[in-house]
């Protein structure tokens, strides 16, 4: 074999190369979409630091000893030991190399059932274009990576290609304590095994090889789901999250997308491609596959976080699926000719070196503390989103007594307060519940008896949005500005 075969990349690995990068160059964007990295990166350093993991809140004076149901421990420790590595462009690289493996993982799934390289490379491309809603750096994007191996390993199940039933609670185990979407996961285990059964719905499949291994292997993981530090409580919390309609209203991403944004319109494209594929192939769709797609599509529409879920489970049964039509009602296109020569000759090359050194150029970069993005901002927390000045000036001047703070600031002033300060809210609503996030509501939209909820809490200081109904409120009942800039007031209660 030519040594130049090893520099030469093979058309897939510049997608890979692309995705991480991309990633990695939108670094300001995503991290300051929302506000609760802060918080995990806090609890993540605090395990860390006293080698516990706390199933009470410490963080809030209203919540203080309430449940706190640790569901993200793992991935917060890994986010904390990125952060104290490279700071945010720590944090940064690890989100930018995990949708880099899930993307890769997909991919070869997509490449192995379809068969046909083109299929295999739009049908990721157009997927990787529909995650990009919701890939921030969170304990999600552990979810992403982990729904994909799950698939890869029920999929050989399915197909009667394995009968290792021991991979599923071992993945299960790890997924139960990085984030509270393995939900998703034994969601998926019952499709596959529901699939199963109507594809041969008989006595008989019950003693089948395949019944058996997704049977033993489905309710190891179930009991796998309890090992984690909150053990059957974690699923009192994941349920009570969900079903709360107050709550989810309250959050945008537990909300329907809009469609009308571009943003959301790959996912469209991808419904159509996948609506048209199923009814021109000629090849049968199995049960399970027909479950995974009506399942995940609906969940999609139902809640934008979940769009990125719907593309990384559906990208190898569309994959499939087109490429079987395109086969059968073009089979004497020159595109075949084209794609098996361009096939031969990708598959002859191996330069997965290129991959390896866009990530160590990233990686030396953030390491320099030299940007990468476009505006060339580098990865901080921005003074537009966040109250970095103001947070600055109250380290200098420390306030006595309970505040009262924006819902999105919550981790950030955790991170840089606490212990000295605990907050009124931050963005863990799991641990409020509903009564106390409607106090929150009650006081930020100044409805009926919002002065009671601070007297109730006895709040001394305030710090909200400078342009907050809340300020000119306070400023009438005899409040006054103790800082002020473009993104933060601080303001004090009156003697």
Do not use: C
Not at 321 to 337: D, G, K, M, N, V
Not at 469 to 494: C, I, M
Request: hydrophobic residues 50%; charged residues 15%; proline residues 5%.
């Amino acid at each position: 074999m030519r040594p130049i075969r090893f520099f030469i990349p093979r058309i897939e690995y510049i997608l890979f190369a692309s995705i991480f990068w991309g990633i990695a160059a939108s670094g300001p964007r995503i991290l300051n979409f929302d506000g609760d990295l802060p918080r995990h990166i806090l609890t993540g350093n605090l395990i860390l630091q006293t080698h516990q993991v706390s199933t009470t809140d410490i963080f809030s004076f209203r919540t203080v000893g309430y449940p706190s149901i640790p569901h993200e421990w793992l991935s917060q420790v890994v986010l904390a030991l990125a952060y104290d590595a490279l700071r945010l462009s720590g944090v940064v690289l690890l989100t930018a190399l995990i949708i880099m493996l899930t993307w890769v993982i997909v991919y070869y799934q997509a490449m192995r059932r379809s068969n046909s390289l083109f299929s295999a490379l739009t049908v990721t491309a157009l997927a990787v274009g529909i995650s990009q809603i919701h890939i921030l750096p969170r304990p999600h994007i552990f979810s992403y990576i982990l729904t994909a191996i799950w698939i890869t390993l029920l999929e050989r199940i399915d197909e009667n290609s394995s009968r290792a039933w021991w991979p599923l609670p071992l993945v299960m185990l790890l997924w139960v304590n990085v984030h509270g979407m393995f939900v998703i996961g034994i969601i998926i285990w019952g499709i596959y095994l529901v699939g199963s059964f109507l594809e041969y719905p008989s006595k008989a499949w019950f003693t089948s090889a395949k019944a058996k291994t997704l049977i033993v292997g489905g309710v190891l993981s179930l009991i796998a789901t309890l090992f984690s530090p909150s053990g059957f409580n974690i699923w009192k919390v994941i349920t009570s999250l969900g079903s709360n309609a107050y709550i989810t209203s309250k959050i945008p991403e537990y909300q329907s997308a809009n469609f009308h944004l571009p943003e959301t319109w790959p996912f469209i494209f991808m419904l159509l491609l996948i609506i048209i594929s199923f009814t021109r192939t000629p090849d049968r769709i199995s049960w399970a596959h027909i479950l995974l797609v009506t399942s995940f599509a609906g969940f999609a529409l139902y809640a934008s976080r979940l769009i990125p879920l719907f593309a990384i489970v559906v990208t190898p049964i569309a994959a499939k699926a087109f490429a079987a039509w395109i086969r059968h009602e073009y089979h004497q296109s020159r595109l075949f000719s084209i794609e098996e020569n361009l096939y031969k000759l990708n598959s002859s090359s191996h330069g997965l070196i290129w991959i390896l050194a866009v990530v160590m150029a990233v990686t030396l970069q953030f390491y320099s503390r030299k940007p990468i993005d476009p505006e060339n901002r580098g990865n901080f927390f921005d003074e537009h989103f966040f109250p970095v000045s103001a947070t600055r000036w109250l380290k200098q001047h420390p306030q006595q007594g309970h505040m009262f703070n924006e819902f999105d600031w919550g981790g950030y002033l955790l991170l840089n307060l606490w212990p000295d300060q605990q907050v009124f809210m931050d963005g863990h609503t799991h641990i409020y519940g509903e009564e106390l996030t409607r106090e929150y509501e009650q006081v930020i939209s100044l409805k009926a008896g919002w002065e009671e909820i601070l007297a109730k809490y006895e709040i001394t200081w305030v710090i909200v949005r400078t342009n907050a109904p809340l300020v000119n409120a306070l400023s009438a009942d005899g409040w006054h500005e103790a800082f002020r800039d473009n993104t933060a007031v601080v303001l004090k209660r009156g003697q």
